[in-house]
């Protein structure tokens, strides 16, 4: 079983429309939850990170992380063409801080 | 200031050869991290470098692959002798601190092995 499960998608909404993506995990362990979006050949750059349960607002994108379900989200807001990109959710371990571990990502398409 | 950089960017070689990869990490940046992609799946950890020290090695597949960073600057990812099945995608990150989730990726060295 994979420690990070995440649909691959594709995922594909119209322009304006609010995004929701989502993970699921299995190791209790996890502190630091993150978010990556990767354009095409180029390499994960990090969006969001929330420390332990909670939400995350920052400009149009919002980070959930509920622990008790192991279960993160990230929240797309008033979505553009320009978000059109893959995005993966990862987390990590205080034992094994620098060990990121991430999901396989989301494809997502904003269609204008 | 320049981010993580890395070379090639697409390197196409055959079953038992060798091939090197380098990293430049962002200037100052004392972590040094290794990640590959293989066909299908998802981005894997390799190893993680505090200056010259390799701190956490345990995601490096097999003895085929050696990492080095001399001089706690830049580092090199080789393959030797290289199987079809270490075709992908190979990331480098750096960070400044060493429990960081805030790891700055490269642009990653495609590799084809045929």
């Known amino acids: 079983q994979k420690e990070v499960e995440q649909d691959p998608g594709p995922l594909s909404v119209p322009e304006g429309a609010i995004v929701s993506l989502n993970c699921t995990y299995s190791?209790?362990?996890?502190?630091?939850f993150m978010w990556y979006r990767q354009y095409s050949r180029k390499g994960p750059e990090l969006l969001m990170y929330?420390?332990?349960?909670g939400n995350k607002e920052d400009g149009r994108f919002t980070a959930q992380v509920d622990k008790s379900s192991k279960y993160i989200s990230l929240f797309i807001r008033d979505s553009q063409p320009s978000d059109s990109a893959t995005y993966l959710c990862?987390?990590?371990?205080?034992?094994?801080?620098?060990?990121?571990?991430f999901g396989s990502g989301t494809r997502l398409s904003i269609r204008p | 200031e320049a981010g993580v950089t890395q070379f090639p960017s697409h390197s196409v070689i055959e079953k038992g050869q060798t091939v090197t990869l380098r990293c430049d990490p962002i200037?100052?940046?004392?972590?040094l991290y290794w990640y590959r992609r293989v066909m299908g799946k998802e981005i894997k950890f390799l190893l993680h470098?505090?200056?010259?020290?390799?701190?956490?090695e345990s995601g490096m597949p097999n003895n085929r692959f050696l990492a080095e960073r001399t001089g706690g600057t830049y580092s090199t990812l080789k393959v030797q002798p290289a199987e079809l099945e270490d075709s992908g995608v190979y990331f480098c990150?750096?960070?400044?601190?060493?429990?960081?989730?805030?790891?700055?990726f490269g642009p990653g060295t495609r590799l084809t092995v045929t």
């Open positions: 470098f505090v200056k010259e020290s390799k701190q956490d």
């Open positions: 929330t420390y332990s349960s």
């Open positions: 200037s100052g940046h004392d972590n």
């Open positions: 990862a987390m990590n371990a205080a034992s094994s801080a620098s060990k990121i571990i």
């Open positions: 190791n209790s362990a996890f502190q630091y």
């Open positions: 990150a750096s960070s400044q601190d060493r429990a960081s989730y805030e790891q700055y």
